[in-house]
């Protein structure tokens, strides 16, 4: 059963429940240590299951400290938010020494220029896109508008009047009066016979 108190923070959570990601942990173990005074882990050695979990609940536990000593340091300040300088001042009231303090100052702004090149590099990205879809547009506007002139021509040729038909003139000549007023000839038929049956003797 958890209970809350006067600034929103829960009692009876476990340590369990605000462990930091194991991978993580693993990662900062063997990465690149700045200061010469301590010693790298090769990368040929392995780190025990055991050895991993005592560095992650370390981790948590001073994750955790660290936080409530920067909340106390925000709340005397009248903030409600902690911030990076919240947390700065709280590692000097904790009394880490000036070479921490300096790496986790140097690790910050190198995260902030970090995230400013980020940043710029996405707003670059975006001006190339709009210039891109820009360029595309006139581009096509560009081709539709020569398609309307090389059709416009085709379109008045296509327009254009044919010529009258003149009708032909008949090669036969024109027949007289007289012959156009004959009746004309019938030919000779035969006669049909007769269907008459002679009478009866």
Do not use: C, W
């Not at 900062?28 to 301590?38: I, M, T, Y």
């Not at 009258?164 to 030919?187: F, I, N, R």
Request: proline share 8%; charged share 25%.
């Amino acid at each position: 059963m958890t209970a809350t108190n006067a600034v929103g923070g829960t009692f009876g959570l476990g340590l369990d429940q605000f462990e930091l990601p194991k991978a993580s942990i693993a990662k900062l173990a063997r990465s690149e240590v700045r200061d010469p005074a301590l010693i790298q882990i090769p990368e040929a050695m392995q780190l025990r299951k055991d050895t991993l979990t005592a560095l992650v609940k370390s981790a948590s536990v001073f994750v955790s400290y660290l936080t409530a000593a920067s909340h106390d340091v925000a709340l005397a300040r009248g903030n409600k938010t902690i911030s990076a300088a919240h947390v700065m001042d709280a590692m000097r009231e904790l009394d880490f020494p000036p070479h921490m303090r300096r790496e986790l100052r140097e690790q910050l702004e190198a995260y902030r220029e970090l995230q400013k090149k980020n940043a710029a590099a996405r707003a670059e990205a975006a001006q190339q896109s709009r210039e891109r879809a820009k360029a595309a547009r006139a581009a096509a506007a560009a081709a539709e508008a020569m398609d309307v002139e090389e059709a416009g021509p085709a379109e008045e040729k296509g327009t254009e009047s044919a010529p009258p038909m003149v009708p032909a003139e008949d090669s036969h000549e024109p027949l007289s009066t007289d012959a156009a007023l004959a009746p004309a000839a019938t030919p000779d038929v035969p006669a049909a016979p007769s269907t008459e049956f002679p009478p009866s003797v």
